[in-house]
Each structure stands twice: as structure tokens, then as C-alpha cells.
């Protein structure tokens, strides 16, 4: 059976309130980036998180080193208090996140340049048109 472990981290990030979702499957990390805007309450990151978990665009599977937790409750609670102090997002939820970023960047690209040059075949075409038009007349 397949062991998957999500965590989110809230965050401000001048000038808003920031979410990352980092989910952990068969030791591959893939993140997402919420934007919230002013300060969420609990409530509400909570019920953004269950109605929009499917909805959200986690980046391509980096690798990830994954820690079997251990049972002692004091170690948990150490550990829970680190993940409070530690603000902002881990290196591996921003490598993830930053290749997310590249592809997007890329697909948009490919768009535009498709788009450009679709725009310059109809342009071309016109003009042949007209041209042939101008001819008939004679």
C-alpha cells in the first residue's frame, strides 16, 4: 500500500498570505502555491484546502527524502514545534514549485509563438487575396 503524506504551510509573503500544499508520494515531493491575501483564518484555510484540494496545479514529482515517523510523542512534539518556527517554504517545495513555474513559462511560450505565426499565415493570406482580387478585375 502506497504511503501518501501531505502537508501545508501558511505563510506571509510581503504583501499577501501564502499557502504551500506539499504532497509526498512513493518518495516523490510535488508542490502547490496558494495565494490567500489578507490573513485566513483557520476555518477558512481548512475548508479552501477540502473543497479546492482537487482543483489545485501541483508541479511536475522531484525527488524526496522521506523520514519514517517515529512514535515517541515528545519527539513529535519537537518536531511539530520546528515546522512552527521554521517559516516559509522547504527547498524541495521550491524546487518543485520553481519547475512547475519553468513548464508553465514554456507551454506558455509554444502558445504564443503558434499563435504568432498563425496570425502571420492569415495576414499572408489576405494579401494573396486581395492581389488575386485586384487581377480578376482586369
Known amino acids: 500500500?502506497?504511503?501518501?503524506?501531505?502537508?501545508?504551510?501558511?505563510?506571509?509573503?510581503?504583501p499577501f498570505w501564502v499557502g504551500i500544499v506539499e504532497r509526498v508520494t512513493d518518495g516523490m515531493l510535488d508542490a502547490a502555491k496558494i495565494t490567500f491575501?489578507?490573513?485566513?483564518?483557520?476555518w477558512q484555510v481548512w475548508d479552501f484546502f477540502l473543497k479546492n484540494?482537487?482543483?489545485?496545479?501541483?508541479?511536475p514529482a522531484v525527488a524526496a527524502?522521506?523520514?519514517?515517523?517515529?512514535?515517541?510523542?515528545?519527539?513529535?512534539q519537537r518536531e511539530a514545534k520546528k515546522q512552527l518556527e521554521h517559516a516559509g517554504m522547504g527547498t524541495r517545495s521550491q524546487q518543485a514549485l520553481k519547475l512547475q513555474q519553468e513548464q508553465s513559462?514554456?507551454?506558455?511560450?509554444?502558445?504564443?509563438?503558434?499563435?504568432r505565426e498563425e496570425e502571420q499565415q492569415r495576414r499572408f493570406e489576405?494579401?494573396?487575396?486581395?492581389?488575386?482580387?485586384?487581377?480578376?478585375?482586369?
Not at 37 to 42: D, L, M, N, T, V
Open 126 to 138: 489576405l494579401r494573396q487575396q486581395k492581389k488575386r482580387e485586384k487581377h480578376r478585375g482586369r
Open 65 to 76: 527524502c522521506v523520514k519514517e515517523k517515529s512514535a515517541n510523542p515528545k519527539r513529535k
Open 105 to 115: 513559462k514554456t507551454e506558455r511560450r509554444v502558445r504564443s509563438r503558434l499563435q
Open 53 to 59: 484540494y482537487g482543483k489545485l496545479r501541483f508541479s
Open 1 to 14: 500500500m502506497d504511503k501518501v503524506s501531505v502537508t501545508l504551510e501558511v505563510f506571509f509573503e510581503d
Open 37 to 42: 491575501g489578507p490573513e485566513p483564518k483557520e
